[in-house]
Every structure is written in structure tokens, then in C-alpha cells.
């Protein structure tokens, strides 16, 4: 099996991924973790490689870094917030942060301007980063374009540990520009370990499941320089795309399937009334009679994956679905009401953020 991390595929064979990439299944792993998470708890984080190093840090209070990197294309949605809350979660067990701007990347695989990506980075990303809770102490918000001396030779650097032809097995079909834009993801990911940096040190790199490649080849990289750099092997969590309102892929160039954070309560109930894929059935006599299926419906995984923490409220919602006594009209009012909640309130906050991001920003 191939991901191509540049052609907006939506993984959803996990079972093989896991068995294809040595990923590890999260299971019951969210008993262990040292602070409640949603999305461990409810299966949207699917997979890991070497949490337990993390686990450990947190628990012993060692110094370990969460790095993770955007793509500054888009409007800010509900996909997006999952790597934010991520970066807020391991932030809170102790982490460093390291937050790379792939501006270079963005550049080079979707032609954006380096000019324009920054502005993007940190209007639309970093200030709903702030917003969701991402604290400027030891955090390091970067750009690719911009990073430190030893980071731009270290993306050189890395090219002496792989081959052409590893290359070409990763990721299939390659460009000079797709190269490069893996070789400084690399850095990225390694370049916390470096002496510079207080390396070596576990480090942790929350992604979605179509930047496993990426997460595999640092790792192998990791190992071939170890006796140089005493690198430990990176840390990742892998977690499902947030589905679209329709079903499919939540992608801003949809934005009728798109939650976006800067949505008025009269978007998002429109969105979810009229477009959200229902489990339902198709009258509400046949409903009442057969249930409906919530495994399927839109606002149940929103509910799931996202605004019902509380696991006796969502089993109830679970249950009353699926024997038909909810409706689901019902559904998708709860559903509006919990993520209309979340929006007022972060829209607020927002607002405060805008004030925080002088102090994200290295100057170096
Ligand atoms: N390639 C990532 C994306 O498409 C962005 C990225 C750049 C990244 N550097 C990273 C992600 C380092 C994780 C770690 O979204």
C-alpha cells in the first residue's frame, strides 16, 4: 500500500494501514494516558507509533516536544481543529511545541506565494490555534522559509540518508519539488533532537493518516543517524479525517460541507438541516419503526468524534436513534445547538487571540 501525502487521498482501509506501516493500535490506550482525550477515547486517533515514550515523559516529567506542521491553504474548519486540540492536549501534558508553517511545501506543491501562506498561517491557523488554547510558553510557531541556521542545513543534510529509489517506494511518483518537500518535513520532525534544541528528547507528531509516509521515512532516517545524533525515534498519532457534512472529505473548496470556525449560528444550522447526511429513515412512520442508524449519520460522528464528551449522554443519543423514539430532525438539533455552543464562545475568543500572536512568532 502507497498514501501519496500530496494527492488529497482519504485513507479509510486502517486495518491495512496498520498492518502495512507497523501502526500500532490505540485500543484501550486512552485508559492510560494521563489526561482524558476525546479523540482517543472515541477511536477517531486510530493508530500510534511509540506513544508509550510520550505516556512516560508526561508521567515523569521529562521534557518531550509535540512538532507538528500546516499547510497554510484554506479556511479554518472542524478538520483542521482536530491537530489544534492535539497540539493544546500535549501542550497541557507538558510538551514543547513546535509548530512548522509548510509554507516551502505549499510553495512548492500548490503554488501559493511564500507572501501569502503567512499571511494565511496567521490569520486563519495560529489565531484559532490561540483561540482553542494554544499557550505561547515554549511553543515555537516557524516557518519553513525562516527557520533557524542548523534547520535549513539539517533539510540539506538529511538527503545523505536516503535514496532515490527508497524514495520512489514511499511515495511513488516524485517530482525535485516533492523531494524537497519531504526532505524538510524530515527536518522538521528530527530537528527538535538537535543539540541546539537540548536534543535528544522524545517528540511527538499528531497527523492525519495520509502523512504516514512522512512520519515512516523520518523514523528511518531517525535511525540512520543515530550514531551521529543519538536521535530517539519520533513519536505520531494517526487520526481519521473529520468526515464532510455530506459524508466524504471535509475540504474548504466544498464550503457547504465544511464547517469553518468563523461560521454564524444561521450557517451551521443550515449546513446540517439541509445537507447533513442522515442515518435516518425516509418517513418518520418508517423510522419510528425501524430506527435509524447512527454510525452513519453526520451529526452522530460530529457528536461522537467531537461535542458529547459525556459517554452516558451519547449512548442514550446512540440508543434513541437506533430504536427510532429520536428523531432525526432531533438529532441534528442537538447537533446544531452543541457546535453553535462551541462556536459563540471560540469566536470570542478569537477575538482575544488576535491580540496573543506577536508572542508566537521566532524571529530569528
Ligand atoms: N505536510 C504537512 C501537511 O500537508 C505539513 C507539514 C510540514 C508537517 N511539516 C510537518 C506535518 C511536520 C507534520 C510534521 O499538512
Known amino acids: 500500500m502507497q498514501i501519496d501525502p500530496w494527492s488529497n487521498v482519504n485513507v479509510k482501509d486502517y486495518d491495512r494501514v496498520i498492518k502495512e506501516f507497523g501502526v500500532e493500535k490505540t485500543e484501550n490506550l486512552h485508559k492510560k494516558?494521563?489526561?482524558?482525550?476525546?479523540?482517543?477515547?472515541?477511536?477517531?486517533?486510530?493508530?500510534h507509533k511509540d506513544l508509550n515514550k510520550i505516556i512516560e515523559a508526561s508521567t515523569k516529567k521529562k521534557p518531550f516536544v509535540m512538532l507538528t506542521g500546516l499547510m497554510p491553504s484554506g479556511r479554518f474548519h472542524l478538520g483542521h481543529k482536530v491537530v489544534a486540540d492535539l497540539m493544546v492536549y500535549f501542550q497541557n501534558l507538558g510538551a514543547e511545541c513546535?509548530?512548522?508553517?509548510?509554507?516551502?511545501?505549499?510553495?512548492?506543491?500548490?503554488?501559493?506565494?511564500?507572501?501569502?501562506?503567512?499571511?494565511?498561517?496567521?490569520?486563519?491557523?495560529l489565531t484559532n490555534y490561540i483561540a482553542l488554547g494554544l499557550k505561547p510558553k515554549k511553543t515555537k510557531f516557524y516557518f519553513q522559509s525562516n527557520g533557524?541556521?542548523?534547520?535549513?542545513?539539517?533539510?540539506k543534510i538529511v538527503s545523505k540518508k536516503t535514496t532515490f529509489n527508497e524514495l520512489k517506494s514511499v511515495y511513488g511518483d516524485l517530482t525535485p519539488e516533492k523531494i524537497i518537500s519531504a526532505l524538510t518535513q524530515v527536518a522538521d520532525i528530527l530537528h527538535p533532537q538537535l543539540k541546539e534544541n537540548n536534543g535528544p528528547k522524545p517528540?511527538?507528531?499528531?497527523?492525519?493518516?495520509?502523512?504516514?509516509?512522512?512520519?515512516?521515512?523520518?523514523?528511518?532516517?531517525?535511525y540512520r543517524m543515530r550514531s551521529e545524533y543519538n536521535f530517539i525515534l519520533p513519536s505520531a498519532t494517526f487520526h481519521k479525517l473529520i468526515p464532510g457534512v455530506k459524508g466524504g472529505k471535509m475540504a474548504s473548496s466544498d464550503p457547504s460541507s465544511a464547517i469553518f470556525l468563523t461560521d454564524s449560528p444561521e450557517e451551521v444550522t443550515t449546513k446540517i438541516k439541509k445537507y447533513a447526511f442522515s442515518g435516518g429513515q425516509k418517513s418518520l412512520k418508517e423510522h419510528k419503526e425501524k430506527g435509524g442508524n447512527p454510525d452513519i449519520d453526520i451529526s452522530f460522528i460530529y457528536l461522537k468524534t467531537m461535542f458529547e464528551p459525556d459517554d452516558k449522554k451519547l449512548n442514550k443519543i446512540y440508543q434513541d436513534y437506533k430504536s427510532g423514539s429520536l428523531l432525526t430532525s432531533e438529532l441534528k438539533e442537538i447537533t446544531i445547538e452543541k457546535i453553535n455552543s462551541f462556536l459563540k464562545d471560540h469566536q470570542q475568543k478569537r477575538k482575544q487571540a488576535i491580540k496573543q500572536i506577536d508572542k508566537f512568532i521566532i524571529k530569528e
Open 98 to 125: 513546535y509548530v512548522a508553517v509548510a509554507d516551502i511545501e505549499s510553495f512548492l506543491t500548490r503554488n501559493i506565494p511564500l507572501e501569502q501562506a503567512k499571511k494565511v498561517a496567521i490569520e486563519e491557523y
Open 148 to 155: 533557524s541556521k542548523n534547520y535549513m542545513n539539517f533539510s
Open 203 to 222: 517528540v511527538v507528531v499528531p497527523v492525519g493518516t495520509d502523512q504516514l509516509p512522512h512520519i515512516s521515512l523520518a523514523r528511518d532516517i531517525a
Open 33 to 47: 494516558l494521563p489526561l482524558e482525550n476525546i479523540y482517543f477515547k472515541r477511536g477517531l486517533i486510530f493508530g
